[in-house]
């Protein structure tokens, strides 16, 4: 009769042992899925940094800031051509550091605009043929539009839409 008894104790000691096991599991994944949705929601984590690996090896937690984007009108013009007439329609978005930036842009854009246009109108359509014609003329307007709303700044020209016909 003994032997019964501590047959049974042992049985609940392994059930319990068992339950408390899964228990646990079950405790470990939900508390792993509950952090991963909240890491997925973006209520925790990194939030607005970012890694970077230098060249030395080392590696460095950067803050990123939030960049805003100016809409320009839409500009068509006329390039310089022989013969024939061609045109050249863009739509252009102007990268900037904040919301405040572009309240300092914005007085400046019958400047801006001028700019463009007078630049714009001296290009022939090979200087537009190609990435690296885009690139220059990227590059040539961020620089003139730095120089025409200087002390504030553009961090860069986007390109929307461009039609040369």
Same mark, same amino acid.
């Given at each position: =009769?003994?032997?019964? @008894?501590?047959?049974?104790?042992?049985? &609940?000691?392994?059930?319990?042992? /068992?339950?408390?096991?899964?228990?646990?599991? #079950?405790?470990?994944?939900?508390?792993?899925?509950?952090?991963?949705?909240?890491?997925? =929601?973006?209520?925790?984590?990194?939030?607005?940094?970012?890694?970077?690996?230098? #060249?030395?090896?080392?590696? &460095?937690?950067? @803050?990123?800031?939030?960049?805003?984007?100016?809409?320009?009108?839409?500009?068509?013009?006329? %390039?310089?051509?022989?013969? $024939? =007439?061609?045109?050249?329609?863009? *739509?252009?978005?102007?990268?900037?550091?904040?919301? *405040?930036?572009?309240?300092?842009? @914005?007085?400046?854009?019958? *400047?801006?605009?001028?700019?463009?246009?007078?630049? %714009? /109108?001296?290009? $022939?359509?090979?200087?537009?043929?190609?990435?690296?014609?885009?690139? $220059?003329?990227?590059?040539?307007?961020?620089? /003139?539009?730095?120089? #025409?709303?200087?002390?504030? $700044?553009?961090?860069?020209? %986007?390109?929307? @839409?461009?039609?040369?016909?």
């Amino acid at each position: =009769m003994a032997d019964a @008894e501590l047959q049974d104790t042992e049985d &609940e000691g392994k059930t319990d042992k /068992r339950k408390s096991v899964i228990g646990a599991i #079950a405790g470990a994944l939900l508390l792993i899925l509950g952090v991963g949705g909240l890491y997925v =929601m973006g209520w925790i984590g990194p939030g607005d940094k970012a890694t970077v690996k230098k #060249a030395d090896g080392t590696v &460095e937690q950067i @803050e990123v800031q939030p960049v805003v984007f100016y809409d320009l009108p839409e500009m068509t013009v006329n %390039l310089a051509t022989q013969g $024939r =007439m061609t045109y050249l329609k863009v *739509r252009i978005a102007l990268e900037v550091e904040n919301d *405040r930036m572009v309240s300092q842009v @914005e007085p400046y854009l019958p *400047r801006i605009l001028d700019a463009f246009q007078m630049y %714009l /109108r001296e290009l $022939r359509p090979s200087d537009l043929e190609g990435s690296a014609g885009l690139f $220059r003329l990227k590059e040539q307007l961020l620089r /003139r539009i730095n120089s #025409a709303i200087y002390p504030a $700044r553009v961090e860069g020209v %986007l390109f929307k @839409e461009i039609l040369i016909q």
